[in-house]
C-alpha cells in the first residue's frame, strides 16, 4: 500500500511522535521511508544564489537526519535522508513527487486555528499543495 513514505521533521522533540507511529507502519507494510527536513535560515534559503557555504545550522541538521536515519535502520525499517533548502511546505511537496511517495506523515503542534491562520501551518500549506495523502499525527 505504502512503499514509499515522506516522513518531514523539523529537529525538535516534535519529531518522536511521528518517528515511532512512522517507524511501526513502515515496518509493518515494508516501507521505505525518506527522511527529510528542510532548512529555511537565510544560508539555506539563499545558498545556491549566493554560492553560500553550507551554515552550522545545516551541517547539524544533516547530522540530526543521519541520527534519525541509524534509529530507523536499528528497528529495520530502510531509510534515506535529504536536507533541502528553502520554503518548507514547497519543497516537502516537491521531495515527495520527485521520489513517487505514496504517502507524506508529519507530526502537528495543533497551535488551533488562530495561530495557524497568524503564524501559518507546514502541515496544512502541504496538505493543500499535493494530491498525495498526508499523515498528519499531533505532537503531544
Same mark, same amino acid.
Do not use: W
Given at each position: 500500500m505504502y512503499k514509499k513514505i515522506?516522513?518531514?521533521?523539523?529537529?525538535?522533540? =516534535?519529531?518522536?511522535? %511521528?518517528? /515511532?507511529?512512522?517507524?511501526?507502519? @513502515?515496518?509493518?507494510?515494508? !516501507? =521505505?521511508?525518506?527522511? %527529510?527536513? /528542510?532548512?529555511?535560515?537565510?544560508? @539555506?534559503?539563499?545558498?545556491? !544564489?549566493?554560492?553560500?557555504?553550507?551554515s552550522q545550522e545545516m551541517r547539524e541538521d544533516r547530522e540530526y537526519l543521519e541520527r534519525c536515519k541509524a534509529e530507523m535502520e536499528a528497528n529495520g525499517v530502510p531509510a534515506v535522508v535529504e536536507l533541502a533548502c528553502g520554503d518548507p511546505k514547497s519543497e516537502i511537496v516537491a521531495s515527495a513527487e520527485r521520489e513517487k511517495c505514496d504517502l507524506i506523515a508529519m507530526a502537528t503542534h495543533g497551535h488551533g486555528f488562530v495561530k495557524d491562520v497568524v503564524l501559518g501551518s507546514v502541515a496544512e500549506g502541504v496538505r493543500h499543495r499535493t494530491s498525495i495523502p498526508v499523515l498528519m499525527v499531533r505532537a503531544g
Amino acid at each position: 500500500m505504502y512503499k514509499k513514505i515522506l516522513v518531514a521533521l523539523e529537529n525538535s522533540e =516534535t519529531d518522536k511522535t %511521528i518517528l /515511532v507511529h512512522i517507524a511501526k507502519l @513502515a515496518k509493518g507494510l515494508g !516501507s =521505505t521511508i525518506i527522511l %527529510i527536513h /528542510v532548512a529555511d535560515g537565510f544560508a @539555506a534559503r539563499n545558498q545556491k !544564489s549566493l554560492n553560500l557555504a553550507e551554515s552550522q545550522e545545516m551541517r547539524e541538521d544533516r547530522e540530526y537526519l543521519e541520527r534519525c536515519k541509524a534509529e530507523m535502520e536499528a528497528n529495520g525499517v530502510p531509510a534515506v535522508v535529504e536536507l533541502a533548502c528553502g520554503d518548507p511546505k514547497s519543497e516537502i511537496v516537491a521531495s515527495a513527487e520527485r521520489e513517487k511517495c505514496d504517502l507524506i506523515a508529519m507530526a502537528t503542534h495543533g497551535h488551533g486555528f488562530v495561530k495557524d491562520v497568524v503564524l501559518g501551518s507546514v502541515a496544512e500549506g502541504v496538505r493543500h499543495r499535493t494530491s498525495i495523502p498526508v499523515l498528519m499525527v499531533r505532537a503531544g
